[in-house]
């Protein structure tokens, strides 16, 4: 039962559970801003889009509609139960829809942090590098996968050479390096920009006959993250030439995506802050707390080279044996594009967003309208299939020395073969190490599956799909059998 619950992806229960089990209660998704905006305004926006001859891709529009459905009951949930004192509790599936829900992005950025750092990452020093790329050339990267992955390998490679070269300075030959990189779309005001956040051991191994030691390597300077800058944007720019990109009679960037034009134009838009549709079409997003004509590019740091929008950060530094921060810098750059907790719904219907910190020039929010809000998520869903995780090096799936750098945890994944959560299924599919449980209990530091009224541990004792047994089972519980569904199309002005 646990391996196949690990399969149905459940929402997200850790934020209703307090402190005290006796006040828990299960989440309820159609109660955020983000679900109300969406759900209130997604049929209005399709047809907008339809009546201006840019209707929206099919994957698109099945995305949206299926994260309406994530934790509401009604569509199927996991029922679990206290058997000491007979109590139950519903848990509602997810919908997995990446780029968009908060709840699942979370649930899948806590998957992932455990994952590297429990059986991917050695504990040795880890450095971030962040790498950013220029305006039309984040347009590109957003839509053609292979460009993208072209871009990364070249990044690293830079990378990789560079701390080859510094290794011999002392005396150490043969070496190998390795990175785990997160591509991330999104920017912290909810613009298209896609990016690199790069975990790479701040040294390289050597293999030698008793196995594989880890040499360090001096910390980079101002100077040498410069130089790595400035041989990337002088590569990216030789791959983009032999790829015609950069020739003269290049084809507008507007026809790379000829066969997906709305989708054109809310990339175009959301890489350059503004808006694509609508009465405010082609005008800057609102903000708040802004200077006229501020730049919309942050602040230079230390260890940080700008050249020519070409932008390399390294000065992220995680110091060996300090695994908490390590995990808590994991969960950064897998973190979710949307944070749902920093939505607000304002008197006016206008919708704010808070960001992470305030930029250069003051803003501290940044305005929508609710068409303008699902214009700007359209753009951050990543196509399908379209992978945002890249292992290179030593820890590609079939590097040689992979076995003898990551970390083994024998004792834990035995514990998680006998409660059946197999780390490689029969399906093919990544099963996750940590039972589904122990996961939300790691990531909120409050047990899930703890009874609201004893405190005992529940147990899952049924999963049910049919529309007609979920029905009579909510009636029983006292829960509506109805769903919450979008609400019909307005006209203008909506």
Known sequence: MTALVHDLGLAQLGRCFPED????????????????????????????????????????????????????????????????????????????????C????????????????????????????VLTLPWPLRYRLAWD???LAEVLAVHLRVLF???????????????????????????????LNPHFHSLVPDGVFVEKAHGVDFVRLPEPSDEDVAIVAATIRRRVLRLLHRRGMLDEGCQDPDLLLMDEPCLARFYGASIQGRLASGARAGQRVKRLGSVPGAPWIEMDSPQCARIEGFSLHAQVFIEAGRRDHLERLCRYIARPSV???????????TLSYELKRRWSDGTSHVLFEPL???????????????????????????????????????????????????????????????????????????????????????????????????????????????????????????
């Not at 009579?472 to 006292?478: P, R, T």
Request: a positive charge.
């Open 21 to 100: 089990p006796r006040d828990a209660r299960p989440r309820s998704a159609t109660e955020t801003v983000l679900f109300q905006a969406v759900s209130d305004h997604l049929e209005t926006f399709l047809d907008h889009m339809e009546g201006q001859g840019h209707p929206l891709p099919s994957w698109i529009e099945a995305r949206l509609r299926e994260f309406l459905r994530c934790g509401q009951p009604q569509y199927g949930f996991v029922r679990v139960r206290c058997h000491p004192c007979g109590v139950d509790r519903v848990v509602p599936f997810s919908c997995k829809v990446r780029g968009l």
């Open 145 to 147: 996968p292979a460009l």
């Open 339 to 349: 944070a749902g907790g920093r939505l607000r719904r304002l008197e006016n219907g």
């Open 161 to 191: 050479r560079w701390q080859e070269l510094r290794a011999k300075r002392i005396g150490s030959k043969a070496v190998q390096s390795g990175a785990i990189t997160a591509i991330q779309r999104f920017g912290s005001a909810l613009n």
């Open 372 to 494: 303008e809000l699902l214009e700007k998520l359209v753009a951050l869903m990543p196509r399908p299939w379209t992978h945002l995780v890249r292992y290179h090096g030593v820890f590609a799936p079939n590097a040689r020395l992979r076995s003898s750098v990551v970390p083994r945890k024998p004792d834990q994944r035995a514990a998680a073969l006998q409660e059946g959560a197999s780390a490689q299924p029969t399906s093919g599919k990544r099963r996750r190490v940590l039972p589904w449980a122990e996961l939300m209990k790691r990531v909120f530091m409050v047990d899930v599956l703890a009874c609201p009224r004893c405190g005992s541990t529940m147990s899952i004792i049924s999963v049910l799909r049919d529309p007609d047994v979920v029905e009579k089972f909510l009636v029983c519980l006292g829960i509506s059998p109805t769903p919450v569904v979008p609400a019909q199309s307005r006209a203008p002005p909506f």
């Open 102 to 129: 908060p709840s699942c992005g979370g649930r899948r950025m806590a998957d992932l942090a455990a994952h590297w750092l429990d059986h991917m990452l050695p504990d040795v020093p880890i450095r971030q590098w």
